[in-house]
């Protein structure tokens, strides 16, 4: 494999139960922490590497529980979104930061335009030509698609504690999102659910959802956990059953 990536780093992406038959098709940008042997440690501790700023935790868990439990397809990243963020495009800084939240990243500082685009070529068109084809072949199967991406966020942000539970986030097309949080006020909302917290459209976390949801005219929504909660497999199993079951309610509410 020519360019950043080895033969032995393996492909950047991966398909889970490529051939579900339900309509939702699962997408996790975040979904791991490691890093291509030509990059190193990025000049991190092990400490680093292993928290927030490198990946989502409980996010690829939740996602590989959900698309058993409702027999749908699931696409993720297989690299640290350190290296590059596959949840931006490539013009943006946030693509491959060289400060996340309180750590600068040594090996993000002064980034050349190559090297950048080494990246971008290496992690990113693979994502998004994988994440294209893979709704494409959806669509020449005449197979209904329901684009929900999977995402984790910390407790505490710059030393603030954060009360949200779960973010149901959407950008111009709320439909799926209005329904989900419709659906979580029905059934009680086991977990504090609201609606573009704790990020939102402004804050640049809705690229995946109009790259390949609105652009494609796909009813989409981004979900955020509170990785406290999915720490271990119980916190794990809960999330995605409570998880399941707003997507199930929302998307059944919604004219067919």
């Known amino acids: ?139 020449r199967k005449g197979q209904p698609t329901v684009l929900v991406t999977m995402h984790s966020f910390t407790p505490v942000y710059h030393g603030k504690p954060r009360s949200v539970e779960v973010g149901i986030l959407h950008d111009a097309d709320a439909r799926l999102a209005d329904a989900m949080l419709a659906a979580a006020v029905a059934d009680g909302a086991a977990f504090d659910t609201r609606r573009n917290e704790p990020y939102g459209p402004a804050d640049g976390v809705t690229h995946t959802l109009i790259e390949h949801g609105l652009k494609n005219g796909l009813l989409n929504v981004m979900i955020e956990i509170r990785n406290d909660l999915v720490s271990d497999e119980t916190g794990q199993r809960v999330m995605a059953g409570y998880l399941a079951g707003l997507l199930g309610e929302g998307l059944a509410s919604l004219p067919q």
């Open 1 to 139: 494999m020519a360019g950043l990536l080895t033969d032995a780093d393996g492909s950047p992406v991966a398909t889970d139960n490529p051939d579900g038959t339900s309509p939702f098709l699962f997408v996790c940008e975040h979904a791991s922490r490691r890093l291509p042997q030509r990059m190193g440690t990025l000049g991190l501790t092990q400490e680093a590497l292993e928290s927030h700023i490198a990946w989502d935790p409980g996010a690829l868990a939740v996602s590989a529980l959900m698309s058993k439990q409702l027999d749908a397809a699931l696409f993720h990243q297989r690299f640290s979104r350190l290296v590059y963020d596959c949840n931006r495009p490539p013009e943006a800084d946030a693509a491959m930061p060289a400060v996340s939240e309180i750590f600068n990243i040594p090996g993000n500082a002064g980034l050349s335009s190559e090297d950048r685009l080494a990246r971008t070529q290496a992690i990113y068109y693979p994502f998004r030509e994988g994440l294209a084809d893979l709704i494409a072949a959806r669509v």
